[in-house]
């Protein structure tokens, strides 16, 4: 994860998409609200870019894991849960959201080929508040 981490505080999308394999599942869960798509190889970066794009407006500047937890439900399978605070260059928070992640190795490498979260809700937030 820390790969992972490190590329998204670069701004790495090359460095990003070697983190993922694909198809990847996606689970947004906003609320009572869940939507859940499939993004492929094609999409993904542009994806990618448009979320470093709204963190490069919001100010962050790092992705500071608060809480980090690894399970194994069955071998070669990892679930990762990580609550994430995204912070200013000062120090301050912008926002926080959890995201799990479903990880197995592919050519070699752990690879990310599931993600849930719950990011939109504070995402659209704090660009409401930007944007007074």
């Known amino acids: 994860m820390e790969k ?7 701004g ?15 689970l947004s ?5 869940v939507s859940v ?11 990618l870019q ?3 794009d709204t963190y490069q407006r919001l100010g962050v500047v790092e992705a500071v894991p608060l809480a980090l937890s690894i399970d194994e439900p069955m071998p070669p399978v990892a679930m990762v849960r990580a609550h994430w605070a995204l912070q200013r260059q ?11 992640y479903t ?17 939109l809700p504070a995402l659209q937030a704090a660009m409401r508040l930007t944007s007074r």
């Not at 992972?4 to 670069?10: D, E, I, L």
């Not at 790495?12 to 996606?26: E, G, H, K, N, R």
């Not at 798509?37 to 994806?47: I, R």
């Not at 990880?103 to 990011?119: C, K, S, W, Y």
């Open 4 to 10: 992972y981490r490190s590329a998204f505080s670069r």
């Open 12 to 26: 790495d999308i090359t460095a990003l998409m070697d983190c993922f394999s694909f198809p990847l599942q996606v």
């Open 29 to 33: 869960a906003t609320g009572a609200e």
């Open 37 to 47: 798509s499939v993004a492929d190889a094609k999409t993904w970066p542009g994806v």
């Open 50 to 52: 448009r979320l470093l």
């Open 90 to 100: 000062n120090g301050d928070s912008v926002y926080d959201f959890t995201a799990v």
């Open 103 to 119: 990880l197995t190795p592919i050519d070699g490498q752990l690879r990310i080929v599931a993600v849930a979260h719950n990011e």
